[in-house]
C-alpha cells in the first residue's frame, strides 16, 4: 500500500513498494506479484472515472505487445481490473528512463558518444523488430525508451498510441489533443501534411531523441503548441554540429536525416541506420574520430512494410480523408434519384434506358449498381 498525496492505492494480488513516476494522467508503481514474488511494475490510470479514450489507449497498449516477446520493448505481463478502468502488470527489468537517467545524472551536455552508440543501435534494432511486427510507436522520445544501468539492456516503453496498420492518414486536430509528444511528433503525425504516416515517422522522432541525448536540448523549443507544430512542419532544425562544433559531422548528417520533413528523405529502414550507426561506433572505438562515409548504403526502401506513394492510405478512414465525397454515399444516391426524376436532357439519355447520372455513380461504384439494379427491376 502508498499514500500518495490524501489517497491510499492498493492492488489485490500485488504489493506496490515504490512510486516511479506520477504523471498527469498515469502513475507507476515498482511492486512485487504475491503468488510467486516476481517483481513487476504496476502502471494506473490516475483518473478515477477515465473517459472512453483514455480507456482504449490504456489497453491498446497490452493489446498490441502482449504476443510480440521482442527483447527490445518491456513485456506486459497482464491487464487487471483497477476501479474503473484497469493497471498493466510489466515485467520489471530494472530499467530507468533515458530521460531521468539524464536528469538525475544532470548531463547538462548530453550523453557520451560511447554512451550514445550503444543506446542508439539497441534503439534502431528494437525499432526494425517493431516494424518487422507492423507496428508504428508513434511517440519514441527519452521518457519512453528505458535502460537497465548495470546490464546495459535498453527497452522501448508505452504503446499507448501505437498502431498495427502500416499506414494511416491523421486527421486534422486541434495541437492540444493531437497524439504524440509535441517535442518529438513527425511534420505528418501533426495531420497538417495530408499524408499518410507510416514507421518512418518513428524516425523522425527518433531524431529529435537522439539530437536530444546529443545535446541536451531540443531543436525546437518554442513553448506555444501552434508554434512548435509550424517549426516541426516548415523550420530547419539546427544541426548537431551548429550547437556542438566537437560532434562528428557524419553523425550531424545522420541526425539530420532522421528529422527530415519528408518522409522519403530520412531513413527508409531501421536497418540501414543501424548499419550507419555501427559503423561510427566501430571507427569511435578504434580511431577516436569519425570519418565521412556515404549515408544509407545499405537502407532498404520499403524494408518490409509497403510504403505508398505520397497522398495515398490503405485504411478506410484514410480513402474517407482523402474524398470526402465518400461519405456522402447513402446522400449521392438520394441525389441521383432526384436528379433522375427532374433533370431536363433526361430524354436525351432515353436509349440507354435511364438517366445519366445513376449510370455514371454505377460506373464509380459495384455496391451501387446492385442497389440500382434492385430499384429499376
Ligand atoms: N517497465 C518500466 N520500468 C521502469 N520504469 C517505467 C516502466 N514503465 C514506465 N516507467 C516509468 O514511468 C514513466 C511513464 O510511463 P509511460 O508508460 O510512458 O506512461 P505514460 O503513458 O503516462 O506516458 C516512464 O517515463 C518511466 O519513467
Ligand atoms: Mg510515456
Not at 497498449?61 to 513485456?75: H, W
Not at 505528418?188 to 495530408?194: A, L, P, S, V
Not at 555501427?278 to 565521412?292: A, F, L, M, P, V
Request: net charge positive; charged share 20%; glycine share 6%.
Amino acid at each position: 500500500m502508498l499514500v500518495l498525496s490524501d489517497k491510499i492505492y492498493s492492488l489485490a494480488g500485488y504489493r506496490i513498494l515504490k512510486q516511479i513516476y506520477c504523471g498527469s494522467k498515469t502513475l507507476v508503481y515498482r511492486g512485487v506479484k504475491e503468488q510467486d514474488q516476481t517483481p513487476v511494475v504496476i502502471k494506473l490510470i490516475r483518473n478515477e472515472s477515465p473517459t472512453f479514450s483514455e480507456i482504449a489507449q490504456f489497453r491498446n497498449q497490452y493489446t498490441i505487445t502482449k504476443n510480440l516477446n521482442l527483447p527490445g520493448i518491456v513485456q506486459p505481463l497482464c491487464l487487471e481490473n483497477y476501479g474503473s478502468g484497469y493497471a498493466l502488470i510489466m515485467e520489471d527489468f530494472g530499467g530507468i528512463s533515458l530521460k531521468d537517467w539524464v536528469r538525475q545524472n544532470k548531463l547538462q551536455h548530453g550523453i557520451t558518444l560511447k554512451e550514445f552508440f550503444h543506446i542508439a543501435i539497441a534503439i534502431a534494432s528494437s525499432l526494425e523488430e517493431l516494424h518487422r511486427s507492423r507496428i508504428i510507436h508513434k511517440d519514441i522520445k527519452p521518457a519512453n525508451i528505458l535502460i537497465n544501468l548495470s546490464t546495459l539492456e535498453v527497452k522501448i516503453i508505452d504503446f499507448s498510441i501505437a498502431t498495427l496498420v502500416p499506414r494511416e492518414i491523421q486527421d486534422l486536430k486541434n495541437p492540444n489533443v493531437l497524439e504524440g509528444t509535441l517535442a518529438y511528433i513527425s511534420p505528418e503525425q501533426t495531420g497538417r501534411m495530408n499524408r499518410g504516416i507510416d514507421y518512418r515517422s518513428d524516425f523522425y522522432s527518433l531524431g529529435i531523441t537522439f539530437f536530444e541525448l546529443l545535446t541536451g536540448q531540443l531543436p525546437f523549443t518554442n513553448t506555444d503548441p501552434m508554434e512548435l507544430v509550424h517549426a516541426h512542419i516548415a523550420k530547419q532544425p539546427p544541426t548537431l554540429h551548429q550547437i556542438n562544433p566537437n560532434h562528428p559531422l557524419i553523425l550531424s548528417a545522420i541526425v539530420s536525416k532522421l528529422m527530415a520533413k519528408n518522409a522519403e528523405d530520412r531513413y527508409q529502414s531501421a536497418l540501414g541506420l543501424k548499419y550507419d550507426l555501427e559503423t561510427c561506433d566501430r571507427q569511435w572505438q578504434e580511431s577516436g574520430n569519425i570519418t565521412t562515409f556515404d549515408l544509407a548504403t545499405k537502407d532498404i526502401s520499403g524494408g518490409s512494410i509497403p510504403i505508398l506513394s505520397k497522398g495515398t492510405g490503405l485504411t478506410q478512414k484514410s480513402c474517407t480523408n482523402l474524398f470526402p465525397w465518400r461519405s456522402w454515399r447513402p446522400w449521392r444516391f438520394v441525389i441521383s434519384l432526384l436528379f433522375e426524376a427532374k433533370i431536363p436532357y433526361k430524354n436525351k439519355f432515353a436509349h440507354l434506358g435511364c438517366s445519366p447520372l445513376p449510370l455514371i455513380l454505377l460506373c464509380i461504384e459495384m455496391r451501387e449498381l446492385i442497389i440500382l439494379i434492385l430499384i429499376y427491376v
